[in-house]
Nanobody, 118 residues
Framework: QVQLVESGGGLVQPGGSLRLSCAASGFTFSSYYMIWYRQAPGKERELVARINDFGVITYADSVKGRFTISRDNTKNTVYLQMNSLKPEDTAVYFC????????????WGQGTQVTVSS
């Protein structure tokens, strides 16, 4: 059974930091792209950061220089370190596992709330 479990969300003041984690199980983690998305109220879900199976990383322009994605294939976990947080970063953050090589290889976590407010 595939599971993606996010943790680390919460309430933080502007300028603060949070580290999100996504623990995966039930599939070959090292072979999958791991992606963080977010969705703010009334807005569409947007890609925040992606790390592929070779470790190639891409970021949304809005988070470049502030967020860092990483993965630990020994722990089947992907992380999102978020620094210099802004109120506009407030959203539900979702972990996604995607494989372009596997039919049906697209899994989602339940999401974790990040709120940036003073």
């Amino acid at each position: 059974q595939v599971q993606l479990v996010e943790s680390g969300g919460g309430l933080v003041q502007p300028g603060g930091s949070l580290r999100l984690s996504c623990a995966a199980s039930g599939f070959t983690f090292s072979s999958y792209y791991m992606i963080w998305y977010r969705q703010a109220p009334g807005k569409e879900r947007e890609l925040v950061a992606r790390i592929n199976d070779f470790g190639v990383i891409t970021y949304a322009d809005s988070v470049k220089g502030r967020f860092t994605i990483s993965r630990d294939n020994t722990k089947n976990t992907v992380y999102l370190q978020m620094n210099s947080l802004k109120p506009e970063d407030t959203a539900v953050y979702f972990c996604n596992a995607y494989s372009p090589f596997t039919v049906g290889g697209n899994y989602w976590g339940q999401g974790t709330q990040v709120t940036v407010s003073s």
